[in-house]
């Protein structure tokens, strides 16, 4: 797919997955006070790869940070959080768009069920149309 942006510049437009965590205690604990975070690309020509090896990392990840993780504070489910008692996490997987100078993220999992709904749809049309 290819994207005009003036006159005789185009730029290849590509797809990719990112997964995006978040552990935090809200500054409320004394030993961490900053957010810890980060991100990874999955960027495989064969989309439909760069896709499962997103959706085996988000899975893997929540399942780590439920048995095992640590964040100077225990982790709590949003219906048993005590701000200043535990620590929260996020972890989101999405789809990204990128044509050469701007990115788009479409969340995928790890949000509200309609946005979720929103990328599957975009994601179905896509995935169609890739192979």
Do not use: C
Request: aromatic fraction near 16%; charged fraction near 30%.
């Amino acid at each position: 797919m290819f994207i005009k942006l003036r006159d005789q510049d185009y730029f290849h437009t590509k797809y990719k997955y990112r997964g995006f965590v978040l552990v935090t205690t809200f500054g409320k604990d004394p030993n961490k006070t900053e957010p810890f975070s980060y991100s990874i690309d999955f960027d495989n020509p064969q989309l439909e790869k760069a896709r499962s090896e997103g959706i085996k990392w988000y899975k893997e990840t929540i399942q780590g940070l439920e048995r095992e993780g640590k964040y100077f504070l225990p982790f709590a489910s949003p219906d048993e959080f005590e701000l200043g008692k535990h620590a929260a996490y996020s972890v989101t997987l999405s789809l990204v768009e990128t044509n050469g100078q701007d990115e788009y993220e479409y969340d995928l999992l790890g949000t509200d069920e309609d946005t979720m709904n929103e990328t599957i749809d975009m994601e179905f049309s896509l995935l169609n149309n890739y192979f």
